[in-house]
Each structure stands twice: as structure tokens, then as C-alpha cells.
């Protein structure tokens, strides 16, 4: 273990905050830049975020396919993607993840074809850490950043927080560009590996002033062993659910089949077989994806003839698509010297209003994460520190008014209780969304206003994901309550079909006032890499 | 959650206390480490692929408690199956990484 305390306060060129697939990425692509950098982790770089626990399998087409894949994704995305933005992401994927060769190992299949586009979790963040790692990176693990610093004239120059394994002590890196690679949020429901995506980077970007784009699409879900976090969904492609009655529930093939679990799961318990996975699949499935049998080994179930209870977990913005809004093609967030990569992004200018999820995701974090790990090493070119600098938290670090114990947990739960039941967040009402928002409001204006939570380091953490979880959860219903039509992942009840006139993205900004605004689609800047 | 940390078979090395994403346990001078904060467990498994010693068992319940019992653990065969699965440090080359067949798979249960 490494010992910091009493406290760390280091100069870097760049200063990346989050330690998943986009940020590992981002890293390593500012080092090779040149830039000094630094990457500070809530949990272990390796480990934590959603990367590490799933196998993420990449956009990846060969380029004569490309044009097809192109049309047939811009289609599906229901008008909000920008076919330019996938072109880049698709060619930059394909140029890029092989070089991760000299730290993972590409199987090769029966043919002895090296097969790059499906990775698995803990290899490739093990991987993507030693890349970071040989290139100079210096890897801060359990060091959750807290709030961005910046200059009077807006310019972000560093973050601070604390290291939760060495005491709570404080760190503060002061540095010349800032890379917010903190991942989605699924507002701590059971995603396999999302615990520690909290939202952080969206209420930290936004504290800087800059938007966020795409929030009311997180209305989705994926299906686990109930009680369970497996939410790996392979297996599930021959699943056969049944009623409380045992009654085989009919899903219709497709991208909305959730849609009818989550019906029969409002009506009463689901359960699943597996028993249509064929026998060749079965016997290797332990080699695809370790994880996916251990719950049944566990429990003592034969998943592929007994039937099990299943849950739904929402995915919130991690297959969702909703982020910080992105300005240029260096992933710019329009505050200078703040860009974004990742889940921390929203994804909907290669995804659109439908989930990125299985493909698009992976390839959008690798690729944003090298643009935001470039454009930020070149803003940092020539940087001086010594700037004055202030830190930018609010909620959960500064409150407004006199200082009383807040129920962290409770506000916490709120927001859970809010996002997660399908009956609020899946099937939406306009009427349900406004009482979300006003459980939400309420919960956020007593966390705001009074919260701060004793010395501990600890609790400080737990409070500012609380207010970052919060502040989410209020962009989204209130993206929701702005788009009065069903598009991809936001659907209502009142009104289910698309409405041409909302062929647009939202954009929203402001913490307690918030306001949305229509986006129209940017054509894509010059400087595209 | 997390339900065991098997004192005999650790060996120290803290590999845990590192490798865990939401910082569940705590090193303690000269002995295992202690499982500290068990309620921030996420059930993620991964605190068991870094353990070399196979010390650690994850319970798949991630919403409540399970009782377990050390001594039919060890006899389970369940310790360390994760790690093995994964082919890591001495299994590497016995399980091969066989992931790129999920693709494959996908195709085959849309009948294609
Ligand atoms: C089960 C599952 C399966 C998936 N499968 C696929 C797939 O097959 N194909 C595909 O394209 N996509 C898939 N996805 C989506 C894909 O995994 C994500 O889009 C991708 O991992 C995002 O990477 P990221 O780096 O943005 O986020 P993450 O990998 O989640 O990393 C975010 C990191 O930020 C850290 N962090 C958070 N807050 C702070 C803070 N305040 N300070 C410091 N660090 C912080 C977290 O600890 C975490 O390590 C899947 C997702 C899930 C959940």
C-alpha cells in the first residue's frame, strides 16, 4: 500500500478521473501524447466500473462493411445520431484495439483468426492498466474525486478528493487539462460492477457549467437471477420465462422484449429457464464468460432444467445513453480544459434515442477515451501551473445553509426508489414523472442545503454520490417531462408513439434550476482526427 | 455478498484489500485482513480472481446475508472456481479464453 497521508498534492499535465475502459484508454493516449498524467480511481484501476466485470464486445466492422452498418445504425438510432461520429468511432476502434496485443492476449479461433472485438472484463482492464502503467501514467487507486478546481475565468485545473486506504487523506492535482472518464449510472441498482458509478463526473461537469445532453433515455433494463447482480445477458438469448402460474410468458423477438418481462414482473413473480441452450453451448460457456454460471453453481440450480426467479435491473445512462454533451471532436465539453469519454458521455451521436449497449459502447469508450486523452494533452501543451484555483462543489460539500445531519442512505434509497421500479422509470406517465421529480426535489433541497457530513472521509464520499446520484436522477425525469412522445428509451404511457417535431436531442443544464433545450444536430467541426 | 474470508488458507498478501472495487476490506498488521465493510459489497466476484490462495467466497445473494460453512466450502470445490474458469496465474493455459464465441452464440439462438 502506498502512504500518502497526510496529503498528496501533485502537478500534472493531465489528470484523468475514472479508471474504466475510457479512462484506462484515455491515460495511456495522453502519455503517448507526451503529457504527464495522472489517473485517480474510486476503487482499483482493473477492477472496478462496469468494464471490468462484463466482456464488452466492440463496434467492429472491417471497412467495406462499413457504409451498410452506418445506415442500418443511423436508422435505428430514430434520428438523434450523426453518421460522421459513427464513421470515426468505427475506424478508430479498428485501428486501435489490436495495439492493446502486448497486454492482452487475442485468442484465435478454429481457423486461426485473431479475434479482436469481444474481450473479457477483468483481462482487458488488467491489460489497459499495465498499457497506462508502461506509458508513465501514475495510478491513484481508492482515491474518488470529490470536485473539479478551476481558474476565476472558468478554465478547469485539476480536481481534488481523498484517499479512502490511506486515512481520508485529502489529494489535490492541479493540472492543465481534465479527462471526466467516471462512467454512466445506474442508480445503485443491482448492474453487475456499477456500485461505484454514481453519476459523480455528470454533477462535477456540470458544476463547471458544462451540459448534458440525452438524460431521459434510461428507461432500460436487463434481466438477472433474482437477488442476483448477473446481469450478463448472453444466456439469456434462449431463455424461456413463465408466469406465477407457469404459464410460458410470449416474448416477441427483438430490442424491446424487456418491455414484456417488466409487464409480467408488475403482474406478479418470472421465472426463466435455460433449457433451449444447446448442449455445445453449455459445455463451454464457462470459457466464455466465467462469471455467468457462478450464481447457479452457487445456489444449487440447473439453470438448464430448473426454473429460476428473475429481476430486472435498470441500467440507468450505462446502457442508457445519456452523458455530458459533447462540443467537438476531441471530446471537448465546451468548459475549457474539461473533456469526457466514456459512459460519462452521452453516446447518443453514434447511438441515437436507442441503447448502445452490446456493440456501440465499448467502441465510444475506447474511442472518446483516446480523443479526450489527445485534445487534453494538447490543450496542456505549453501550461503553467501556479493559476489560482477554487474548488466547485456544491451539494454535499458546501451547504447553502445551516449544517444538520441529512439520512445519507435515505437519499440514497430515494433515488433507487425513483429509477428503478418499472412502473415509474420503464413505463412512464407524465404524471408519474412529475411526482418523481417532486420526491426527488425534495430529497436534493435538504441535501443541498444541510448536508455535511461529519470528518470522515468516508461519509463525505457517500454524501456527494448521494447529491450526484440526485441530480441525475432529477435530469432525467425532467428530460422526460420535456420530451412528450416515445422515442428508444423514454416511453409514455400517455403518449406512445414518436413525435416528429421532438426529432432532436435535449440538452440540459443548470444543477437546481434546470433547464432543457432543444439540441440540433451539430455537423461535425473540422478538426476531426 | 462477501460471506468468507478463510484465515487458513490466506496468506497476506492483501491482494484483496487492493484488487476491491468498493473497498470492503481492511489490512490488519500482521494478520489476514478483516472484512470491514461487508454492506458495500457489490457481489462483482473480482475480489476472488485476485486471490491466489483461493480464500474468498462471494455469495451470489447480493440483497441479504447467507450463512455459510467453512469446512463444506473447502470440500464444495467452489473456492477459486472463478479464477480457474478465467485460466489465471497457475490455471493460465488450462482454460483458454474463449470469449470471441459469444458472437457466435448470439447468431445461434436467433436461429442463425
Ligand atoms: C453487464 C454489462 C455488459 C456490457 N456489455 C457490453 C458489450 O458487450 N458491448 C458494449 O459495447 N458495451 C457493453 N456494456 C457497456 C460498456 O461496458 C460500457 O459502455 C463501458 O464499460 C464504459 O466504460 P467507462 O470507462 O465509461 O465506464 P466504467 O468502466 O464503468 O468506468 C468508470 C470508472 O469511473 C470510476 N469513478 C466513478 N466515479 C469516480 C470518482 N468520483 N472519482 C474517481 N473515479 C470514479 C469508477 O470507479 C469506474 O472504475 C456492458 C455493460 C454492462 C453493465
Known sequence: MRSVAPGLALRRDVLVIGGGMAGAWAAAEAARQGASVVLAEKGYCGTSGVTATAGPGHWWVPPEGRRAAIAARNEAALGLADPQWMERVLEETWRSLPGLARHYDFPRDEKGQVQYRALRGPEYMRALRAQAEELGVLILDHCPALELLAEENGRVGGARGLCRQDADAPWQVEAGATVLATGGTAFLSGLLGARNNTGDGYLMGAEAGAQLSGLEFTGIYTVAPARSTMTRSMSYAFATYYDADGHEIVVPPGPDNTATLARALLAGPVTCSLHRMPEAVRARLHLVSPNVMLPFVRWGIDPFRDRFPVTLHTDGTIRGTGGLRIVDAECGTGIPGLFAAGDAASRELIAGAISGGGAQNSAWALSSGLWAGRGAARFARGWRPGARLRGLGQAGLRPLRAVRPVEIEAARATVLGEMQPYDKNFFRTQAGLRRSRAVLDTAWGELRDHALPGHGGRERLRAREAAALLATARWSVTAALARAESRGLHRLEDIPRIVPDFAHRLLVDGIDTIRVTPDHVPALPETAA | ?112
Do not use: K
Not at chain 2, 455478498?1 to 498478501?13: A, F, V, W, Y
Not at chain 2, 472456481?81 to 445461434?108: C, K, T, V
Open chain 2, 1 to 112: 455478498m462477501i460471506e468468507l474470508l478463510l484465515e487458513e488458507q490466506c496468506t497476506g498478501c492483501n491482494a484483496c484489500v487492493t484488487a476491491c472495487p468498493t473497498d470492503v476490506f481492511e489490512a490488519v498488521p500482521g494478520a489476514p485482513p478483516r472484512i470491514a465493510r461487508v454492506e458495500d459489497c457489490q457481489t462483482c466476484f473480482m475480489c476472488e480472481l485476485y486471490c491466489t490462495a483461493d480464500a474468498l467466497y462471494v455469495s451470489p445473494d447480493a440483497e441479504g446475508r447467507t450463512p455459510v460453512e467453512p469446512a463444506a466450502l473447502l470440500a464444495s470445490g467452489l473456492l477459486g472456481q472463478f479464477r480457474r474458469h478465467s485460466g489465471w496465474h497457475e490455471w493460465q493455459g488450462h482454460y483458454p479464453n474463449e470469449h470471441w464465441r459469444m458472437d457466435a452464440i448470439f447468431r445461434l439462438a436467433r436461429g442463425g
